[in-house]
Protein backbone atom coordinates (compact mmCIF):
# COMPACT_ATOMS: atom_id res chain seq x y z
CA UNK A 1 0.00 0.00 0.00
CA UNK A 2 1.38 3.33 -1.25
CA UNK A 3 1.96 5.22 1.65
CA UNK A 4 0.91 9.21 2.69
CA UNK A 5 2.32 11.74 0.30
CA UNK A 6 2.78 15.54 0.50
CA UNK A 7 2.77 18.06 -1.91
CA UNK A 8 5.15 20.27 -2.40
CA UNK A 9 7.81 18.70 -0.52
CA UNK A 10 9.25 22.13 -0.08
CA UNK A 11 8.11 25.82 -0.80
CA UNK A 12 10.24 29.47 0.01
CA UNK A 13 7.46 31.91 -0.08
CA UNK A 14 7.64 35.65 1.46
CA UNK A 15 5.77 37.43 4.52
CA UNK A 16 1.93 38.36 3.16
CA UNK A 17 1.61 35.72 1.02
CA UNK A 18 -0.62 32.93 1.21
CA UNK A 19 0.08 28.72 0.82
CA UNK A 20 -1.80 25.30 0.23
CA UNK A 21 -0.13 22.25 0.98
CA UNK A 22 -1.76 19.06 0.06
CA UNK A 23 -1.77 15.69 1.77
CA UNK A 24 -3.14 12.37 0.30
CA UNK A 25 -3.88 9.56 3.31
CA UNK A 26 -3.05 6.18 2.57
CA UNK A 27 -5.53 4.36 0.64
CA UNK A 28 -8.95 3.36 2.90
CA UNK A 29 -7.96 6.35 5.65
CA UNK A 30 -10.67 8.43 5.75
CA UNK A 31 -8.92 10.26 9.18
CA UNK A 32 -6.22 13.42 8.41
CA UNK A 33 -4.14 15.09 10.66
CA UNK A 34 -2.17 18.22 10.35
CA UNK A 35 0.69 19.48 12.54
CA UNK A 36 3.55 21.85 12.54
CA UNK A 37 7.17 21.51 13.79
CA UNK A 38 9.40 24.08 14.60
CA UNK A 39 12.66 23.96 16.43
CA UNK A 40 11.17 26.18 19.14
CA UNK A 41 7.70 24.95 20.07
CA UNK A 42 8.15 21.31 18.68
CA UNK A 43 5.51 19.35 17.09
CA UNK A 44 2.18 21.19 17.46
CA UNK A 45 -1.29 20.02 16.29
CA UNK A 46 -3.24 22.03 13.93
CA UNK A 47 -6.71 19.78 12.92
CA UNK A 48 -8.12 17.17 11.96
CA UNK A 49 -10.49 16.36 9.74
CA UNK A 50 -12.84 12.87 9.19
CA UNK A 51 -15.11 12.73 6.41
CA UNK A 52 -14.80 16.09 5.11
CA UNK A 53 -15.95 17.51 8.93
CA UNK A 54 -13.10 18.99 11.15
CA UNK A 55 -13.18 17.05 14.50
CA UNK A 56 -10.56 18.57 16.81
CA UNK A 57 -8.32 21.82 16.02
CA UNK A 58 -5.44 23.36 17.92
CA UNK A 59 -4.76 26.37 19.27
CA UNK A 60 -3.62 28.24 15.72
CA UNK A 61 -4.72 31.37 14.67
CA UNK A 62 -7.31 31.64 11.89
CA UNK A 63 -4.49 32.23 9.37
CA UNK A 64 -4.18 28.84 9.42
CA UNK A 65 -7.33 26.32 7.78
CA UNK A 66 -8.10 22.88 5.89
CA UNK A 67 -10.64 20.95 4.04
CA UNK A 68 -11.05 17.47 3.25
CA UNK A 69 -12.36 16.22 0.16
CA UNK A 70 -14.95 13.76 -0.41
CA UNK A 71 -11.72 10.69 -1.56
CA UNK A 72 -10.13 11.59 2.06
CA UNK A 73 -7.52 14.10 0.52
CA UNK A 74 -6.76 17.26 2.50
CA UNK A 75 -5.40 20.80 1.97
CA UNK A 76 -4.37 22.78 4.59
CA UNK A 77 -4.04 26.80 3.72
CA UNK A 78 -2.09 29.90 5.19
CA UNK A 79 -2.95 33.36 4.68
CA UNK A 80 -1.00 36.44 5.35
CA UNK A 81 2.34 34.23 5.72
CA UNK A 82 4.55 35.65 8.83
CA UNK A 83 8.02 34.61 9.38
CA UNK A 84 7.24 32.43 12.17
CA UNK A 85 5.12 30.22 10.32
CA UNK A 86 8.36 28.68 8.49
CA UNK A 87 7.90 24.82 9.38
CA UNK A 88 7.78 21.47 8.36
CA UNK A 89 4.26 20.54 7.92
CA UNK A 90 3.68 17.12 8.57
CA UNK A 91 0.06 15.10 7.54
CA UNK A 92 -1.05 11.70 9.12
CA UNK A 93 -3.17 9.91 7.87
CA UNK A 94 -5.23 7.23 10.36
CA UNK A 95 -8.66 4.83 9.74
CA UNK A 96 -10.21 7.47 12.11
CA UNK A 97 -11.77 5.22 14.78
CA UNK A 98 -10.75 7.38 18.07
CA UNK A 99 -7.19 7.23 19.26
CA UNK A 100 -6.15 5.14 16.05
CA UNK A 101 -2.25 5.02 15.42
CA UNK A 102 -1.09 7.75 12.60
CA UNK A 103 1.40 7.39 10.06
CA UNK A 104 2.54 10.36 8.57
CA UNK A 105 3.76 11.78 5.09
CA UNK A 106 7.65 13.36 4.58
CA UNK A 107 6.19 16.77 5.27
CA UNK A 108 6.34 19.75 3.55
CA UNK A 109 9.51 22.45 4.65
CA UNK A 110 7.63 26.33 4.37
CA UNK A 111 10.47 29.00 4.21
CA UNK A 112 8.87 32.56 4.77
CA UNK A 113 11.20 35.07 3.72
CA UNK B 1 -4.74 19.13 27.89
CA UNK B 2 -2.58 16.13 27.58
CA UNK B 3 1.32 17.12 28.38
CA UNK B 4 3.82 14.55 27.12
CA UNK B 5 7.87 15.31 28.83
CA UNK B 6 10.89 13.65 27.71
CA UNK B 7 13.77 14.76 29.90
CA UNK B 8 17.04 13.36 28.03
CA UNK B 9 17.61 16.13 25.13
CA UNK B 10 20.34 13.62 23.95
CA UNK B 11 21.64 10.08 24.80
CA UNK B 12 24.23 8.72 23.16
CA UNK B 13 24.86 4.52 22.98
CA UNK B 14 27.53 2.17 21.47
CA UNK B 15 26.88 -0.22 18.92
CA UNK B 16 25.43 -3.24 20.08
CA UNK B 17 24.41 -1.67 23.43
CA UNK B 18 21.32 -1.07 24.86
CA UNK B 19 19.98 2.51 25.48
CA UNK B 20 16.50 3.56 27.72
CA UNK B 21 14.50 6.90 27.04
CA UNK B 22 12.15 8.50 29.26
CA UNK B 23 8.77 9.83 28.88
CA UNK B 24 6.60 11.18 31.33
CA UNK B 25 2.56 12.26 30.77
CA UNK B 26 -0.32 14.20 32.71
CA UNK B 27 -3.95 12.83 31.79
CA UNK B 28 -7.20 12.16 33.60
CA UNK B 29 -8.40 10.06 30.89
CA UNK B 30 -7.99 6.25 32.04
CA UNK B 31 -8.24 5.11 27.91
CA UNK B 32 -5.38 6.23 25.67
CA UNK B 33 -2.78 5.34 23.45
CA UNK B 34 1.23 5.95 23.76
CA UNK B 35 3.34 5.75 20.87
CA UNK B 36 7.30 6.07 20.10
CA UNK B 37 8.04 7.92 17.07
CA UNK B 38 11.65 7.88 15.46
CA UNK B 39 12.65 10.88 12.81
CA UNK B 40 15.78 9.88 10.84
CA UNK B 41 17.36 12.92 9.42
CA UNK B 42 15.04 12.41 6.54
CA UNK B 43 12.47 14.19 8.70
CA UNK B 44 10.06 11.15 7.88
CA UNK B 45 8.31 10.32 10.95
CA UNK B 46 8.22 6.44 11.40
CA UNK B 47 6.24 4.46 13.92
CA UNK B 48 8.19 2.18 16.39
CA UNK B 49 5.64 1.06 18.82
CA UNK B 50 2.64 1.60 20.26
CA UNK B 51 0.85 0.69 23.65
CA UNK B 52 -2.72 0.49 24.47
CA UNK B 53 -3.35 2.14 28.28
CA UNK B 54 -6.21 -0.49 28.91
CA UNK B 55 -3.28 -3.36 28.61
CA UNK B 56 -0.92 -4.02 31.05
CA UNK B 57 1.66 -6.26 28.83
CA UNK B 58 4.59 -4.09 27.64
CA UNK B 59 4.81 -3.69 23.77
CA UNK B 60 7.64 -5.01 22.12
CA UNK B 61 8.67 -4.91 18.67
CA UNK B 62 11.77 -6.78 17.33
CA UNK B 63 14.68 -5.04 19.74
CA UNK B 64 12.44 -1.66 20.83
CA UNK B 65 10.85 -2.61 23.95
CA UNK B 66 8.70 -0.81 26.52
CA UNK B 67 8.32 -0.34 30.28
CA UNK B 68 4.88 0.97 30.81
CA UNK B 69 3.60 2.18 34.37
CA UNK B 70 0.28 3.77 34.28
CA UNK B 71 -0.09 4.54 37.83
CA UNK B 72 3.47 6.63 37.50
CA UNK B 73 2.27 7.89 34.02
CA UNK B 74 5.58 6.62 32.61
CA UNK B 75 5.86 5.45 29.33
CA UNK B 76 9.94 4.41 28.66
CA UNK B 77 11.56 2.71 25.54
CA UNK B 78 14.72 0.37 25.43
CA UNK B 79 16.51 0.05 22.12
CA UNK B 80 18.67 -3.30 22.36
CA UNK B 81 21.24 -3.74 20.41
CA UNK B 82 21.72 -0.60 19.14
CA UNK B 83 22.67 -0.35 15.27
CA UNK B 84 23.93 2.57 13.32
CA UNK B 85 20.49 2.96 11.88
CA UNK B 86 18.89 3.60 14.77
CA UNK B 87 20.58 7.80 15.09
CA UNK B 88 17.71 9.61 14.66
CA UNK B 89 15.19 11.83 17.06
CA UNK B 90 12.72 9.56 19.09
CA UNK B 91 9.29 11.51 19.93
CA UNK B 92 7.13 9.88 22.89
CA UNK B 93 3.53 10.66 21.90
CA UNK B 94 0.18 10.90 23.70
CA UNK B 95 -2.59 9.38 21.91
CA UNK B 96 -6.12 10.98 22.98
CA UNK B 97 -9.32 11.72 20.42
CA UNK B 98 -8.45 12.44 17.34
CA UNK B 99 -5.01 13.92 17.93
CA UNK B 100 -1.53 13.18 19.16
CA UNK B 101 0.49 15.42 21.64
CA UNK B 102 4.44 14.92 21.81
CA UNK B 103 7.38 15.58 24.03
CA UNK B 104 9.99 17.39 23.09
CA UNK B 105 12.19 14.62 21.81
CA UNK B 106 15.33 12.72 22.32
CA UNK B 107 18.54 12.94 19.91
CA UNK B 108 20.31 9.36 19.82
CA UNK B 109 23.88 9.25 18.67
CA UNK B 110 25.19 5.53 18.14
CA UNK B 111 28.74 5.34 18.34
CA UNK B 112 30.32 2.42 16.12
Known amino acids: KAGVTQTPRYLIKTRGQQVTLSCSPI?????VSWYQQTPGQGLQFLFE???????NKGNFPGRFSGRQFSNSRSEMNVSTLELGDSALYLCASSLGRTKETQYFGPGTRLLVL | AQTVTQSQPEMSVQEAETVTLSCTYDTSESDYYLFWYKQPPSRQMILVIRQEAYKQQNATENRFSVNFQKAAKSFSLKISDSQLGDAAMYFCAYGGDYKLSFGAGTTVTVRA
Open chain 1, 49 to 55: YFSETQR
Open chain 1, 27 to 31: SGHRS
